[in-house]
């Protein structure tokens, strides 16, 4: 499998937090399928000074660039205009 650093950054307009706390469930349903899958090796929230969810970090691994786009493109936190950016790169978990 293929390994990838995913940083997304949130919106900054008004309702961007909101819209985040609105989909957050449905995006963790989404993260507990890819983690049952093996798809979900590890991630989390970004914060800023005053503790708000400001973006993700994540790290997956998928077949192929393909489906990393497929799954990307159907995230709640996609598709509810949560992220803003997201930038991939490929990564690989050390093996220690």
């Known amino acids: 499998m293929k390994q990838y650093l995913l940083t997304a950054f949130d919106h900054t307009d ?7 706390l609105n989909a957050r ?8 399928r ?5 798809n979900f090796v590890v991630g989390g ?6 503790g708000n969810m400001i973006g993700s970090t994540m790290i ?3 077949e192929s660039d393909e489906q990393l786009e497929q799954w990307k493109q159907n995230d709640p936190y996609v598709t509810g205009k ?5 930038e991939v ?3 690989k978990v050390a093996d220690v």
Do not use: C, T, Y
């Open 14 to 20: 008004a309702e961007a937090l909101q819209r985040r």
């Open 25 to 32: 469930p449905h995006h963790l349903e989404l993260v507990k």
């Open 34 to 38: 890819l983690k049952a899958s093996g």
């Open 45 to 50: 929230a970004m914060l800023n000074d005053e």
């Open 60 to 62: 997956v691994q998928f």
């Open 82 to 86: 949560v992220w803003d950016r997201i």
């Open 89 to 91: 790169r490929p990564f």
